[in-house]
């Protein structure tokens, strides 16, 4: 078990639907996406569950941003 820090940042876990709500998808995409790798976005498999941390999910909404912020 590992043990946090108060200064350590918890990242939150995501199920497919949770995070296929989050970036805008529906879960039968996100499910194509795994399975074509047409994306790269990291998931974690628990089982035959399938997570994704929020941060994995901000990064790729990042890299899919076009145009100069600000």
């Known amino acids: 078990m ?3 820090t108060p200064n350590q940042q918890k ?3 995501l199920g497919n639907s ?3 709500e989050y970036i805008g998808v529906t879960p039968r995409t996100l499910e194509v996406w ?3 790798k047409r994306y790269q976005i ?3 498999k628990v089982g035959r569950l399938v997570k994704y941390r929020k941060s994995a999910l901000d990064a790729f ?3 899919r941003t076009i145009g100069a912020e600000g």
Request: with cysteine; proline share 6%; aromatic share 6%.
């Open 42 to 44: 990291p998931f974690i």
């Open 11 to 13: 990242d939150e876990i």
């Open 34 to 36: 795994r399975c074509t």
């Open 18 to 20: 949770d995070a296929a």
């Open 2 to 4: 590992a043990i946090s």
């Open 61 to 63: 909404l990042e890299s």
